[in-house]
């Protein structure tokens, strides 16, 4: 019996070594005006874990901060707002995300499309996948949200793992004539690439409450969009 039960013991520690838990290595950095952000590494690469609520340039240039005025927003060159005092970080058009004064602090960047395509296939979206456009992948959108629905609507059958430690919140968006986007905080976020598809629209990444997966499109600068960077 001693016998049968240290072979028992060993058989299962063994079982737990070929299957270990996932470790998730986080760091912090924080960006010109002090604000700090709990950071990830994800694959080779680290992450912001959290929206850029920044309000200056790298530079130390205001950003203009343009909120509730339709006209302005639709015609302004670089501009943020603020979906609401509970909001999960700031909105910027794409004008601000690309502004040579630089919108990422020190030592990161606003991701490529192609760093996007780089996440999400190491969370197991194949190389088709990741290159089509619309709804894509499998569950890779689960493993960016902030866990157990924290932040989000719920929905049946939706239930998210954050296994990346992404921690994506649903952040919402602006229209890009101004008008808030509908229905708004804990329903959906979208987050900017820096990479352009022609010159009046970028790149970008969309996360929905109901579906999970990972929605990528292209969409007018004007737009207002949550900014994740990733270190240079």
Same mark, same amino acid.
């Given at each position: 019996?001693?016998?049968?039960?240290?072979?028992?013991?060993?058989?299962?520690?063994?079982?737990?070594?070929?299957?270990?838990?996932?470790?998730?290595?986080?760091?912090?950095?924080?960006?010109?005006?002090?604000?700090?952000?709990?950071?990830?590494?994800?694959?080779?690469?680290? *992450?912001? /874990?959290? @929206?850029?609520?920044?309000?200056?340039?790298?530079? =130390?240039?205001? #950003? %203009?901060?343009?909120q509730n005025t339709i006209d302005e927003w639709s015609t302004s060159l670089d501009a943020y707002c603020s979906y609401?005092?509970?909001?999960?970080?700031?909105?910027?058009? *794409?004008? /601000?995300? @690309?502004?040579?004064?630089?919108?990422?602090?020190? =030592?990161?960047? #606003? %991701?490529?499309?192609d760093?996007?395509?780089e996440l999400e296939k190491h969370l197991g979206m194949t190389n088709d996948q990741a290159e089509g456009t619309g709804w894509?992948?499998?569950?890779?959108?689960?493993?960016?949200?902030?866990?157990?629905?924290?932040?989000?609507?719920?929905?049946?059958?939706?239930w998210s793992t954050n296994e990346s430690g992404f921690s994506a919140e649903a952040g919402s968006c602006i229209m890009f004539d101004g008008k808030s986007g509908f229905p708004g905080l804990h329903y959906h976020g979208f987050w900017w690439s820096i990479t352009e598809h022609d010159s009046n629209n970028s790149w970008y990444r969309y996360l929905d409450y109901k579906n999970k997966d990972v929605f990528r499109s292209h969409g007018n600068k004007h737009y207002g969009f949550s900014v994740r960077c990733i270190k240079d």
């Open positions: 019996m001693p016998l049968l039960l240290v072979v028992l013991v060993f058989n299962s520690c063994e079982e737990d070594d070929e299957n270990p838990t996932p470790v998730i290595e986080t760091g912090t950095m924080a960006d010109v005006e002090g604000n700090e952000y709990t950071t990830v590494k994800i694959g080779s690469k680290w *992450w912001m /874990a959290e @929206n850029l609520r920044v309000t200056k340039y790298r530079n =130390g240039n205001p #950003i %203009p901060f343009v609401s005092p509970t909001a999960p970080g700031f909105l910027y058009n *794409w004008s /601000a995300v @690309n502004n040579p004064s630089q919108l990422a602090p020190e =030592g990161w960047h #606003i %991701p490529s499309d760093e996007w395509k894509r992948g499998d569950d890779q959108g689960e493993k960016l949200k902030m866990e157990g629905n924290s932040g989000w609507s719920v929905y049946d059958g939706i």
